[in-house]
């Protein structure tokens, strides 16, 4: 679906550029550039700028002017950094996203379009897409280099093609974030761990039994809410173990 | 507020990439730039691809460590391209922008952190973060231009605040039930406090220290994951403070 989605850049000045949007698509999973009559292509610059992107450079279609560059296309959407005087429909690069996947599902043709480095899109080149995209900036310093305006909207053509395909944005193979329910310590676990460290903490002096002040309710609250796991728990309780051996002297003990 | 989160790139190779991290950065609001190591810099070649954003590499600080790069921060950020054998909590960089601005409207400080070009942050670098960062990419192709990371994450860190500017009730609310960021320990207590508990460990005969394993690795995880405040914090270092007292054999023991 995503080979649905060209990206466009009219009349780059400098190579690197090129080089560096093709790395940000390829990155992200989009392969096909289209460059309205570039200034200097093919170059060593866009070569080496695209790193191990270069079949996205190689098989890039150059073309002389932007209709050619949008045959075919059902959803043109132009980066505009300006203001205009012609009010236009506006999206903002999430929604860029998410309305070219969805397009791009429903089997249509879409085109991304970058203007130039100093001058952006013309006002007949903008009024040719059906929405203009405007990626929010620093108003005292708005204008983005143009393979990083590349990245951000390829990147969130990836995040709403992501979740389209109902995968993850992140690899959560693992037990990562919320550890997996069944593995956390249990209330009971938690409770035998809180009585294994006071004893403990007694043994090496820490806490008088006399005057215990709020020192369990404060650890309990720590690691009450740290979700511990039972490998931790495990490791947790080792400790306290060794600690007590310790208090008691019989001990392995450092000579220092 | 986005005073608050700095971005720092660790060994970094080519200039050109501090130059475009320092533009994308500019562009999206953020100023605060710290250079760990970076092998060419000051250089003409960052300036360059700085564009306006000479400003932002002028007050850039350049430190030896990353300890040092992360001195005073609440909430560290690794962005981590690659499967590690330890799981850590992980977020996309949506999650990403969000937990940030949501720490720094606490007036927590934030590090987003960076890795070298071509071998990315070490596993030990990666330990000293709270959370790791993925970039969602084509698995063929994943690994994105160093600016165009920078890009990313501070394109996503805008989106969040300016979210969170449209409606301030939601950011000041949370810390109801959160500890408010400020109140947490930082990123160099945190240090401190894991070289304390491992020479602990050692001292009680629980850590050899010619077979570490992952041990370390782990506690890091479940302290990191557990936003110890600073109080948590002083008892947790008075245990270890004590324990190993009794390590040494010279303090206060039960009779039992």
Redesign the interface.
């Known amino acids: 679906m995503l080979e649905n989605i060209r990206v466009v850049l009219v009349n780059t000045s400098h190579p690197g550029n090129i080089g ?1 949007a093709a ?2 698509m ?4 989009l392969s096909r550039l289209v460059l309205v009559d570039p200034l200097d292509f093919p170059s060593h610059e866009a070569d080496a ?1 695209a ?3 270069s079949d996205v450079l190689e098989g890039a279609q150059v073309v002389g002017t932007l209709e050619e560059a949008l045959v075919g296309c059902n959803l043109v959407l132009g980066t505009s950094a300006r203001d205009r005087r012609i009010p236009w429909p506006l999206l ?3 929604e860029c996203g998410q309305k070219s996947v969805e397009e791009a599902g429903q089997g249509g043709q879409i085109a991304l379009v970058f203007g130039r480095e100093y001058a952006g899109l013309t006002n007949e080149e903008l009024q040719r897409c059906h929405y203009h995209v405007h ?4 108003p005292d ?5 143009l ?2 305006a590349v ?2 909207l390829s ?1 969130e053509v ?2 709403a093609w ?1 979740a389209a395909e109902g995968q993850p ?9 919320s550890v997996r329910s069944a593995d956390l310590a249990t209330a009971d676990e938690m409770e035998s761990y809180f009585g294994h460290l006071e004893q403990t ?6 806490l008088n039994p006399e005057q215990p002040k709020h ?1 369990m309710a ?2 309990r609250r ?2 009450g ?4 796991n039972r ?2 728990m495990s ?1 947790l309780r ?2 306290l173990t ?2 007590q ?5 019989d ?4 000579k ?1």
Chains 1, 2 share one sequence.
Do not use: C, W
């Not at 310093?141 to 280099?145: A, V």
């Not at 809410?225 to 511990?228: A, K, P, Q």
């Open positions: 560096g790395r940000a390829k990155n992200m999973g700028r790193s191990g992107a903002d690069p999430r990626i929010p900036s620093n310093f708005s204008s983005l280099n393979a990083a990245q951000v990147y990836r995040m992501l944005s992140k690899v959560e193979k693992q037990e990562v974030n903490l007694v043994a090496i002096g820490f020192l404060r650890l720590l690691y809410r740290s979700s511990v490998s931790e490791i080792g400790i060794e600690t051996k310790v208090a008691r002297g001990a392995h003990k450092r220092d």
